[in-house]
Nanobody, 124 residues
Framework: QVQLEESGGGLVQAGDSLRLSCAASGRTFSRYAMGWFRQAPGKEREFVAACSRSGGITYYTDSVKGRFTVSRDNAKNTVYLQMNSLKPEDTAVYYC?????????????????WGQGTQVTVSS
């Protein structure tokens, strides 16, 4: 079992950057592939980015390609989401999630563990 806690959200202007962090408990973090999802008000939770257990494989939804970068530091039990050139449509609660499946999963129901989320608001 793993517990996840996101941090780094906030209110920024369009074009700004943010880096989200997701800290995991336990000593088995490297066994999990990790994903980032987001949910805007009134919308379903959607996939944003994912990385494999080693971090060597990454995958992004089309709308964030070239702007967001997912990475992980297994020594620190942490996964990151660097978000550049933010747009108002990126406004959402961002969640990190862990799955024992791999190497990359993009569907909500493939993930076993979720953080509580962190709010990202991008003003125009």
């Amino acid at each position: 079992q793993v517990q996840l806690e996101e941090s780094g959200g906030g209110l920024v202007q369009a074009g700004d950057s943010l880096r989200l962090s997701c800290a995991a408990s336990g000593r088995t973090f490297s066994r999990y592939a990790m994903g980032w999802f987001r949910q805007a008000p009134g919308k379903e939770r959607e996939f944003v980015a994912a990385c494999s257990r080693s971090g060597g494989i990454t995958y992004y939804t089309d709308s964030v390609k070239g702007r967001f970068t997912v990475s992980r530091d297994n020594a620190k039990n942490t996964v990151y989401l660097q978000m550049n050139s933010l747009k108002p449509e990126d406004t959402a609660v961002y969640y990190c999630a862990a799955t024992t499946l791999g190497p990359i999963k993009t569907r909500v129901y493939d993930y076993d563990y979720w953080g509580q989320g962190t709010q990202v608001t991008v003003s125009s």
